[in-house]
């Protein structure tokens, strides 16, 4: 079998991205006739038409649209291995990062990245991306240069990972709430009526098995995707909200916090990418200044 030209998937991943001969011409810096001929023989390789005539406009095959993530991200791998390291300069740099964390995370931590980044380098964009699930795929993708959370059991084994801070669940309720008073345990805790985060639509988690092993259970009157309704339906209404502590710091200003009547585990906050983004400068400085925002914040809590 005769050596692919891999020079296609370049061409093939600007046709697919750009959607116009014309337009992926001129990105590549190459004739539109030359585009044009590119095209047809990745028809011919491909054995599909890959783009068909719609109006006035191209539009993409079923095939074309299955091999459009797998090239764009095969480009991106070929970019980074290639690519040489080089001599970072912050203040002439010009990139855009797509970070994914949970809503607490960009709520508390965020203001402080941003001003960092800004500060450092001010051509830097960054885009907060939410977390919706576990799913690394956006990480291999190259959708998604970094990521936070707590790492779960699915994630791939050449995933990088490094840790962050630990955090532990706090219960969050109203001021005036009839638990802002008082000493609390557990029974007290669970007779409640409380809002739930489950992302993935369970209505069970650690919360309910430390109860469970007591033989209590709480009244889940409303279950939610993120920290910040939880605690927003918190602070209207006499529902109790539990969430990470560290997580949700600016989120719970003014309402009143407590610690758990409960024994659960510390939860372990991390960032994970992907090794392609190991040696890139930009990446480094990126992860760099992650670690640097949370280590400052948790310096700032212990000094209190």
Known sequence: MPMPDLNLLI???ALLSEGSVARAARRLRLSPSAMSRALA???DVTGDPLLVRAGRGLTPTPRALELRERVHALVLDAESALRPAGTLRLDSLQRSFTLRCSDGFAENFGPRLLERLQGEAP???LHFLPKRD?????????????DTGVVGHGAGPELRVRMLFRDRFVGAVRAGHPLATGAIDAARYAAGRHVMVARRGGLVGPVDE???AQGLRRDV?????GFATALALARASDLIATVPERHTGHLRAGLHSFALPLTLAEITISMIWHPRLDA???Q???RACVKAVCDEQLAAEAAV
């Open 134 to 146: 576990k799913d690394n795929a956006p990480l291999r993708d190259g959708l998604v240069d970094l």
């Open 123 to 125: 051509g830097v964009r």
């Open 210 to 212: 430390a109860l469970n």
């Open 280 to 282: 890139d400068p930009a």
């Open 41 to 43: 023989r990745l028809r």
């Open 221 to 225: 009157a409303v279950t939610v995707g």
């Open 284 to 286: 480094q400085w990126l």
């Open 11 to 13: 061409t093939l991943d």
